[in-house]
């Protein structure tokens, strides 16, 4: 059974730093693309950015690029989302997906991203002072 | 690279069929057959309901559909079921540079 379990509820200061985790299970880790999804309070669903475990490729959406680092541990079937300096604007739940991907050949790859299929049950972050 | 365009609310009595529309663009969902859709009940994580604009993952009612007409996507729901209020987004492959997009979602209310 495919599985994705998140770390627990984290409340932190603004300026503060934070990892939190997306452990897999029932599926081969490395070989499927991992994102990450933030959902503000009272608001709709927001696609961060995603990684390939196999060879850490990282991909970010231009809304979120240099605002979190994407890591992933393919040894331990987990992949990260971390902040250097916490804002209370950083307060929601975020949730990690296995995503359903194509590729086409061209000069290189080119990666299409068509579905998340497993959800993890969502982190809450709380930013406050 | 603005969110997909979903109507705020939609509402149908059990039985009856609603459509949920996600407008787009000619950089997304007019240019590919990546459109997905996910229903999120309060309080729990979303879950695929469609995925490459019409296809049903194991598991999911054949009550949902999928379509697509150039920059905009639909999901269709019949025989609506107390269960189905939820809400619901839509989302897209929007090429190279922005990846991926989200509509705002529909809250579905079933009277």
């Known amino acids: 059974e495919v599985q994705l379990v998140q770390s627990g509820a984290e409340v932190k200061k603004p300026g503060e730093s934070l990892k939190i985790s997306c452990k897999g299970s029932?599926?081969?880790?490395?070989?499927?693309?991992i994102g990450w999804v933030r959902q503000m309070p009272g608001k709709g669903l927001e696609w961060m950015g995603i990684i390939y475990p196999g060879d850490s490729d990282t991909r970010y959406s231009p809304s979120f690029q240099g605002q979190v680092t994407i890591s992933a541990d393919k040894s331990i079937s987990t992949a990260y989302l971390q902040w250097s300096s916490l804002k209370a604007s950083d307060t929601a739940m975020y949730y990690c997906?296995?995503?359903?991907?194509?590729?086409?050949w061209g000069l290189g790859p080119n990666y299409y991203y068509y579905g998340m299929d497993f959800w993890g049950q969502g982190t809450t972050v709380t930013v406050s002072s | 690279q603005s969110a997909l365009t979903q109507p705020a609310s939609v509402s149908g009595s059990p039985g009856q069929s609603i459509t949920i529309s996600c407008i787009g663009t000619?950089?997304?969902?007019?240019?590919?057959?990546?459109v997905s859709w996910y229903q999120q009940h309060p309080g729990k994580a979303p879950k695929l309901m469609i995925y490459?604009?019409?296809k049903r993952p194991s598991g999911v009612s054949n009550r949902f559909s999928g379509s697509k007409s150039g920059n905009t996507a639909s999901l269709t729901i019949s025989g609506l079921q107390a269960e189905d209020e939820a809400n619901y987004y839509c989302?897209?492959?929007?090429?190279?540079?922005?990846?991926?997009?989200f509509g705002g979602g529909t809250k579905l209310t079933v009277l």
């Open positions: 997906a296995r995503h359903m991907t194509t590729v086409t």
């Open positions: 029932g599926y081969s880790f490395s070989s499927y693309w």
């Open positions: 490459e604009v019409s």
């Open positions: 989302c897209s492959y929007a090429g190279s540079s922005t990846l991926v997009l």
């Open positions: 000619s950089s997304d969902v007019g240019s590919y057959n990546f």
